[in-house]
C-alpha cells in the first residue's frame, strides 16, 4: 500500500523559514521521481518543484526559485522541501507526490499523492 505522509507545516512569519518531509512507504522510492505542489484557497493546485530519483534533475516553480531546496534521502524513503524567505502567498496546501515517469512539472504525471499539510504564513 503506498503511503505519502507530508509534515512540517505550520504557521509562520514573513520571511521566515519551514522545512516540510514526506515519509513515503509500499513502493521502490529510489526508483520515483518526487514532487511537490500546493493549492491555495480558491485557487488550483500548482506546482512547486520536483526531484529526479537520483537528484540530479531537479524542477522549481519560478514563484520558489532561489528560496526553496528540493532534497531527498534514498535511504530514509524521504523527500524535504526547505522553504526560506516565506511570503504571505506561499500559504497553501503542500502535497507530497510520486510519479514512475519521467521528471515533470505537470500534474498527471504523479500517480502517488499524499493528504497534504498546511502552510500558513502571516504578514
Known amino acids: 500500500q503506498v503511503q505519502l505522509v507530508e509534515s512540517g507545516g505550520g504557521l509562520v512569519q514573513a520571511g521566515g523559514s519551514l522545512r516540510l518531509s514526506c515519509a513515503a512507504s509500499?513502493?521502490?522510492?529510489?526508483?520515483?521521481?518526487m514532487g511537490w505542489f500546493r493549492q491555495a484557497p480558491g485557487k488550483e493546485r500548482e506546482f512547486v518543484s520536483a526531484?529526479?530519483?537520483?537528484?540530479?534533475?531537479?524542477y522549481y516553480a519560478d514563484s520558489v526559485k532561489g528560496r526553496f531546496t528540493i532534497s531527498r534521502d534514498n535511504a530514509k524513503n524521504t523527500v524535504y522541501l526547505q522553504m526560506n524567505s516565506l511570503k504571505p502567498e506561499d500559504t497553501a496546501v503542500y502535497y507530497c507526490?510520486?510519479?514512475?515517469?519521467?521528471?515533470?512539472?505537470?500534474?498527471?504525471?504523479?500517480?502517488?499523492w499524499g493528504q497534504g499539510t498546511q502552510v500558513t504564513v502571516s504578514s
Open positions: 526531484i529526479s530519483w537520483s537528484g540530479g534533475s531537479i
Open positions: 509500499g513502493f521502490t522510492f529510489r526508483r520515483h521521481v
Open positions: 507526490a510520486a510519479s514512475s515517469h519521467r521528471i515533470s512539472m505537470t500534474e498527471d504525471s504523479y500517480d502517488n
